[in-house]
């Protein structure tokens, strides 16, 4: 039974309990006439009230026209809740071994999961004199230099893109120089413009780098304790920025955990499900200003869908040091160094997933999966071929495939009324 006929037959029933209690002289009050004339208006209001109810409903009850099914489904937000639900302090392997759990089901394979924070993971009494002695002052690296405070990353931009930064040959010595701001007093000239911002992401040639083989010293007096399978390493990074300095917005395809070393940093992330609304090239999202309000009328109208729907599902984190954040592959994370002080952190990759799932060239952790790769190849190839086709047989067919594909891999399309 429809909803506004509920209501009348509550409404009808509630007015005949009425009239036969009055009949039955159960209701034994005396009636002046005025009273008489109060209760038939009554009877009269309530009667309009549901032939009002009536109309309204069936107003709105929907047309019998087709539904539109959009080929990019509505996605309900998820439960991200508040960051600091999030946040665990330390304790050793138990943190570890409840992070790998939710992170495989009965299977072996990796589940969704959420970012986590733990405190204490590491000292936090680490000094920028405490890392300049245990790495390699002479040790050369190639060195992000960006006259703006936003660095866009070379490994996660669109094909053709142009970089706003230039890279660097530089010792390690120098960069920690630059970065802390000791750049005049040590003889170093700008060499874009003065003001200009550093970042590296350290880097093993053509191979996944390893902390414990780039800076051995470092890496044995840090003493991370492994919150991933040791089988299952990709590659540790140390990661050093000027203060103020925010990297572009992107997503990893491994999961990994950030140890925040000294200073600060300020993260922001967005789950898996929001991707349609990233304006992503590549594994980097384009939107810059995530405030909210943006910044210009200019940057909502590049990015409406990121501002109207992905910046509700948004988890922020402020990490001191020796705190560390978790960080599931697939969100997209958008990381600001405080003015403060430099910034030193290290990064420690780890793949969920069998090895054979991964592309083996992939030594930053950002490469799509094969089966993914293929998956969107395929879509691409099966656009191109109904591109030609008109409306409707194009948009007919577009559904049927989007169909089969979710069929197939248990997903549910929703349909926009």
């Not at 680490?126 to 960006?146: I, K, S």
């Not at 955990?257 to 999202?285: C, H, N, T, W």
């Not at 978790?326 to 002080?341: G, K, L, R, T």
Request: with cysteine; aromatic share 10%.
């Amino acid at each position: 039974m429809s909803t506004h006929a509920r209501a009348r037959e509550r409404l009808d029933v509630a007015c005949f309990r009425f009239i036969r209690a009055f009949a039955r002289r159960r209701i034994r009050l005396r009636f002046r006439a005025i009273d008489l004339i109060l209760i038939l208006i009554l009877i009269l209001i309530l009667i309009l009230i549901s032939i009002s109810i009536s109309i309204s409903i069936s107003i709105s009850i929907p047309s019998h026209h087709p539904r539109v099914y959009r080929m990019n489904p509505k996605v309900e937000r998820p439960n991200t809740s508040d960051a600091k639900a999030l946040w665990r302090t330390h304790r050793g392997r138990d943190d570890a071994d409840a992070l790998l759990a939710r992170r495989a089901d009965d299977d072996g394979r990796a589940t969704d999961s959420r970012p986590r924070a733990y405190r204490g993971y590491a000292s936090s009494a680490w000094t920028l004199e405490d890392v300049r002695a245990r790495v390699d002052l002479t040790r050369v690296a190639d060195a992000h230099v960006c006259a703006r405070d936003v660095v866009d990353l070379a490994g996660h931009r669109a094909a053709n893109t142009k970089r706003n930064f230039e890279f660097r040959a530089m010792t390690m010595g120098e960069l920690l120089a630059r970065a802390n701001g000791e750049g005049d007093e040590r003889g170093f000239a700008p060499i874009i413009a003065r003001g200009e911002r550093y970042y590296l992401r350290s880097v093993n040639g053509k191979v996944a780098t390893d902390l414990r083989k780039t800076h051995p010293a470092l890496a044995e007096a840090l003493d991370l304790r492994e919150m991933w399978p040791a089988e299952r390493f990709h590659s540790s990074v140390l990661r050093v920025s000027s203060p103020a300095t925010t990297l572009w917005m992107h997503y990893d395809t491994h999961d990994n955990l950030l140890v925040q070393i000294v200073g600060r940093k300020r993260v922001a992330l967005f789950p898996p499900e929001m991707d349609p609304y990233m304006y992503a090239q590549g594994s980097s999202s384009r939107v810059e200003d995530i405030s909210y309000p943006p910044r210009s009328p200019e940057e909502y109208a590049k990015f409406p869908l990121f501002y109207d729907i992905a910046r509700a599902s948004r988890v922020d984190f402020v990490l001191e040091p020796g705190d560390a954040l978790f960080i599931p592959a697939f969100w997209y994370h958008h990381v600001y160094a405080e003015a403060d002080s430099p910034s030193v952190a290290v990064n420690v990759f780890w793949r969920s997933l069998e090895d054979n799932e991964y592309d083996a060239k992939d030594i930053y952790g950002n490469k799509d999966l094969r089966a993914g790769k293929d998956a969107v190849d395929a879509a691409r190839r099966a656009g191109e071929g109904l591109r030609h086709l008109p409306e409707p047989y194009k948009s007919f067919y577009a559904r049927r495939a989007t169909q089969a594909l979710a069929e197939q891999c248990g997903l549910k399309i929703v349909a926009e009324t």
